[in-house]
């Protein structure tokens, strides 16, 4: 369901963390030239986000993770609490499992590699407004193949619906949504619909924090002996 925006103008207020002074100005530029969306303010650091949020609102925030002092993680949760509404992606290097987790668990709708493009980040931004959950596709499938591999040990109201399992698989082939919609039969918007579920069900309903300490576990070199 597509999130009804507070600007008077009808276009997407997008507010920017991000303490690459080079890096902000290219966002920034591409923010302000892009259709649709009204660029609101760039901050270099969490903490002038937090205190100037009020006074600059947006609908959706870009957040690099590496920031100096308050982490973006830390600073999409503590946002979240404020603003509810408020609609987060993260943009960043990283690209570990314990990041995308611990992201998603402080509120993040989407994550993205700093090396997408133009039109790619554009166009998360506009999903995001519409109730997709937009990711770089070899994060998506880390996170599709680490809700997969512990499935089994989930009880029966943590499984997925048969048509989001069949999402889900494409996804973890590396199917794009649009290529997704083409092989069911079904709308573009649907998928994303369905792809948010799948996204809810993995880090609220399987509480994301137990989900984050147990890929850790996994991943860790003693599990590994």
């Known amino acids: ?73 830390e600073c999409v949760g503590r946002l979240k609490g404020e603003k509810p509404t408020m609609q987060f992606i993260m943009v960043t290097v990283y690209e570990d499992t314990d990041k995308i987790f611990d992201a998603l668990a402080s509120g993040a709708s989407g994550y993205l590699l700093k090396q997408t493009t133009r039109a790619n980040l554009l166009a998360a931004i506009r999903d995001v407004v519409e109730g997709g959950s937009p990711m770089t596709s070899n994060i998506a499938r880390k996170v599709v193949q680490s809700f997969q591999s512990r499935r089994s040990s989930e009880s029966s109201e943590a499984l997925l619906s048969p048509r989001e399992q069949e999402i889900l698989n494409l996804l973890s082939k590396g199917y794009l949504y649009k290529e997704i919609a083409i092989k069911l039969g079904i709308a573009e918007p649907t998928v994303n619909s369905f792809i948010r579920r799948i996204y809810e069900k993995l880090h609220v309903h399987s509480r994301t924090q137990a989900v ?14």
């Open 1 to 73: 369901m597509e999130r009804k925006l507070k600007s008077a103008s009808g276009r997407i207020r997008v507010g920017l963390v991000e303490d690459d002074a080079p890096l902000r100005t290219i966002f920034s530029d591409w923010l302000k030239h892009a259709e649709g969306i009204e660029f609101v303010k760039a901050y270099p650091d969490a903490e002038s986000a937090i205190k100037q949020v009020d006074e600059c609102p947006c609908d959706v925030m870009l957040v690099d993770i590496n920031l100096p002092g308050m982490n973006g993680i």
């Open 212 to 225: 984050a300490m147990y890929l850790k576990q996994k991943t860790s070199p003693e599990s590994n002996r």
